[in-house]
């Protein structure tokens, strides 16, 4: 089992940055790739970015390639995801996940955290 919490969402101007990290706690945090996805109001759930156990492989969404970077520190139990240039389609709960493989599709997560509302403003 491994426990997720993410923070550092919050309302932000168009062409801003935020910061989301989730912090892990349980079994041991190097041993899941980690995901990032986001759900707004009235749509699915979508891939927003994925970093292997050791961090070597990292994929991204088309929607925020060259503006979003995922990261994480094994040693602190972290992962995250530095949002650059903000849109107001950015606008959803972000929520980060924990599972074998770094994928795009969220069925293949086991476990997640509650989400971090982001709001972004034009």
């Known amino acids: 089992q491994v426990q997720l919490v993410e923070s550092g969402g919050g309302l932000v101007q168009a062409g801003g940055s935020l910061t989301l990290s989730c912090a892990a706690s349980?079994?041991?945090?190097?041993?899941?790739?980690m995901g990032w996805f986001r759900q707004a109001p009235g749509k699915k759930r979508e891939f927003v970015a994925a970093?292997?156990?050791?961090?070597?492989?990292?994929h991204y969404a088309d929607s925020v390639k060259g503006r979003f970077t995922i990261s994480r520190d094994n040693a602190e139990n972290t992962v995250y995801l530095q949002m650059n240039n903000l849109k107001p389609e950015d606008t959803a709960v972000y929520y980060c996940a924990a599972g074998s493989w770094a994928t795009v599709a969220p069925t293949m997560y086991n476990y997640w955290g509650q989400g971090t509302q982001v709001t972004v403003s034009s």
């Open positions: 349980g079994r041991s945090f190097s041993s899941y790739a």
């Open positions: 970093i292997t156990r050791s961090g070597d492989i990292i």
